[in-house]
């Protein structure tokens, strides 16, 4: 129990350290009380779920953030695919500038028997041999319904160590693609597509950025990631609000990670689990958590620095 209290001590502690530093003072110690308000949420959840958790969450307008085993390795399961997308997109605007060999968000495939693996449930409703797709087909394929044989046709295109080493440019070392979806037996060998809470965080704040991509670039790969899709994050969020992530499943672990588009207030936010005992149990996990992040960026996204919040139609409230 002691260990427990003064871990919280020190993650309190740490976000204290890192509030905004423009910030009014009186302004400074309510934002700091909310974000003490969802640290005590994220712990709550940490201590019911029979499992290991990681979090971290970034305010992109201030860079105060949160983390919670925020260096552990988790497997990514789907997630990773934001990486290959990156890749993706990093190659179509170097093709764009004139570098030979690189993939074109149009250059066109067509679809082979060979590529088709389970849960795949777009690529396995077309016609081998005949069916032409675009690399954003695939890549549209791979975000919106996680399309497995979509994803995999992508990492041969691009190439794996391309991805790797986009990676490392970024200095993420602990976020690695090791195997090609579904490849059971790569992943008995140890051989699993893996990150930190932190590093997928940074990841997803470079892109934001402009770090990784020129403007209308970034501006094309949000929009891409922003598909809809079924996921974790936004399940209990606005339907209207946008949302770029990549949730991930896997046996015993589920993940979710991207940025939450609040006005005047996006931020970063990546949950993950593993060692479930239900998996069940991890997706509430992460809703739960996304839940009260959102509601903590929305009311600073629509406050005053004194915390009046003013909505469309306020006008009759004095």
């Not at 925020?70 to 997630?79: C, K, M, V």
């Not at 990156?86 to 060999?101: D, I, P």
Request: charged share 20%; net charge negative.
């Amino acid at each position: 129990m002691l260990r427990r209290l003064v871990c919280l001590a020190l993650l309190v502690v740490s976000a204290c350290a890192q509030s905004a530093p423009n910030a009014p003072p009186a302004a400074a110690e309510k934002t700091q009380a909310l974000w003490q308000k969802l640290q005590g949420t994220i712990t709550e959840v940490d201590r019911n779920l029979d499992g290991v958790l990681g979090v971290a969450i970034k305010d992109l307008s201030n860079g105060q953030d949160f983390v919670l085993h925020g260096d552990e390795i988790f497997p990514q399961a789907s997630s990773i695919k934001i990486a290959v997308l990156a890749e993706l997109y990093q190659q179509a605007q170097l093709s764009a500038a004139g570098t030979a060999g690189k993939a074109k968000l149009g250059d066109l495939y067509t679809l082979q028997v060979s590529d088709l693996v389970p849960g795949s449930d777009i690529m396995l409703g077309l016609t081998p041999g005949i069916t032409h797709v675009t690399n954003r087909d695939l890549a549209t394929m791979m975000v919106a319904v996680s399309d497995n044989a979509a994803t995999n046709v992508l990492i041969d295109r691009l190439g794996m160590d391309n991805v790797n080493a986009l990676l490392n440019s970024l200095g993420l070392t602990h976020t690695r693609l090791q195997r090609k979806m579904m490849d059971l037996k790569a992943a008995s060998e140890g051989r699993e597509n893996i990150s930190t809470p932190r590093e997928m965080m940074t990841l997803l704040e470079d892109l934001y950025r402009g770090k990784v991509l020129n403007q209308a670039t970034t501006e094309d790969f949000f929009k891409l990631l922003s598909t809809h899709k079924s996921s974790f994050i936004p399940r209990d969020l606005p339907e209207d609000l946008r949302i770029a992530n990549k949730p991930g499943e896997l046996e015993g672990v589920r993940n979710d990670s991207g940025i939450v588009f609040v006005p005047n207030r996006p931020y970063v936010i990546c949950v993950m689990t593993t060692y479930l005992t239900s998996e069940r149990a991890g997706e509430e996990a992460i809703t739960k958590i996304s839940d009260a992040a959102y509601s903590m960026f929305d009311r600073l996204g629509r406050a005053s620095e004194y915390g009046r919040v003013v909505s469309r139609g306020d006008s009759s409230k004095h």
